[in-house]
Antibody, heavy 120, light 110 residues
């Protein structure tokens, strides 16, 4: 059974750094892209970017390029989303998602979400 | 890149059909077949309902169907049921190899 298991909720202060994770189970991790999607409180879905674990190649939304870094450690089937200096506006639920087959754009498996709260 | 444009809310009575529109541009919806629709219930992760304009993943009811005309995609739910009440999001692949979502539509079953 395909599963994406994300790391637990985080509470951070503005200016702090953070890395959250998404571990894949039940499939060949290096053969499928992993995307990250943000959902701010009470708001819609926003696409941050996507990475291919096979070669660590990543593409970012123009809105998020430079704001976050997506990486992967294929030895432990895990993708990461990292911030170097959090802002209050980064408060959101962050989902990782795996696309169907070789596509990069439609996601049929999702993690449970990681709630990130940034508050002084 | 701007979010795709969806109506904030759509409602219908049980048994009726409703259609949710998703307006994009010639750089996203208009350029590709890669339009998807997701259903999201409160506190849950999104669920893929339609991909590549009008294809349903295994297990998704045939009451859900998709279409596209020009720069606008649509999701139709026929035979509306109480369990269909949720938020729905469209998404599209773009000419810059990224993905853009719509703002979301809240479906209410009256």
């Amino acid at each position: 059974e395909v599963q994406l298991v994300q790391s637990g909720a985080e509470v951070k202060k503005p200016g702090e750094s953070l890395k959250i994770s998404c571990q894949g189970f039940g499939y060949s991790f290096t053969n499928y892209w992993i995307a990250w999607v943000r959902q701010m409180p009470g708001k819609g879905l926003e696409w941050l970017g996507i990475i291919y674990p096979g070669d660590s190649g990543a593409t970012y939304s123009p809105s998020f390029r430079g704001q976050v870094t997506i990486s992967v450690d294929k030895s432990i089937n895990t993708a990461y989303l990292r911030w170097t200096s959090l802002k209050a506006s980064d408060t959101a639920i962050y989902y990782c998602a795996r696309p169907r087959g070789s596509s990069t754009n439609c996601y049929d498996f999702w993690g449970q979400g990681t709630l990130v709260t940034v508050s002084s | 890149q701007s979010a795709l444009t969806q109506p904030a809310s759509v409602s219908g009575s049980p048994g009726q059909s409703i259609t949710i529109s998703c307006a994009g541009t010639s750089s996203d919806i208009g350029a590709y077949i890669y339009v998807s629709w997701y259903q999201q219930n409160p506190g849950k992760a999104p669920k893929l309902m339609i991909y590549d304009i009008n294809n349903r993943p295994s297990g998704v009811s045939s009451r859900f169907s998709g279409s596209k005309s020009g720069n606008t995609a649509s999701l139709t739910i026929s035979g509306l049921q109480a369990e269909d009440e949720a938020d729905y999001y469209c998404s599209s692949y773009t000419s810059t190899s990224t993905v853009v979502f719509g703002g979301g539509t809240k479906v209410t079953v009256l």
